[in-house]
């Protein structure tokens, strides 16, 4: 395959946030012995479809790589998987890496444009969007992860200059729908969106979220708390 011709661009760094969190990479033996092929795959609930799309999307105009999503029989889970063994030098020219942590590759932090597409990719995969306080709100958005996300601390802190906090949770809770007890521990990375970061939030985030729920409740607290900031 003819080696293609990449560079760093916000379409990119958009699916490789959302790859690195909500995808994998595998390496299974399709046919005879030692011959491998290797594959990404994600899968996501029904109301994640529209950042899966859009990394389908992506992978058409990037990569020339045509999957389809395919909702698994009677589950709230949806499946999309491509080919990716002639492209694995192309990662690795890119400084694209898959697995737990999420790493933001370097070009990703060369401009708040393309850092805030990779974030926005990560915060629609593994991210969620939480307001306290009533009467004084404060939005907080939280990555998880399976282990310490050390890169992606350093890149927010750096790019948006605003403080960053890890910490590791565990819950063990019963589950009456499969009538036993689960527990688990994971990483819990958290940033605010306060004066110095709404605008940050605003103009490179925001347009690329593909999930509606989280998008809104960011822009409806950013439009009211900080309504100059929207305005300029």
Known sequence: M?????????DLAYWVGA?????????YNRKEKDHFEFRLAMGVATKSLPMLQKVAELSAKIFKRY?????????????YHIQVKQLLSIFDRLDIKFGD????????LETPRLFGAYLAGVIDGDGTVGIKRPKYPQCLIHIIGGSIQTDLEKAIRDVMKCSVFQMERYQKR???????TIEGKWWDLEFR???KTAKFVLDYILPHLQLEYKKKKLEDFIL???????EN
């Open 2 to 10: 003819e080696d293609v011709k990449l560079e760093p661009s916000e």
């Open 101 to 108: 942590p999420p790493k933001p590759p370097i070009w990703c």
């Open 19 to 27: 790859m690195q969190t909500d995808g994998s990479l595998w390496k």
């Open 67 to 79: 999957g389809k999503a395919y909702k698994r029989y009677k589950e709230d889970q949806w499946d």
């Open 174 to 180: 019963f589950i009456k729908t499969l009538g036993r």
């Open 224 to 230: 009211k708390r900080y309504p100059s900031i929207a």
């Open 193 to 195: 969106v306060s004066s």
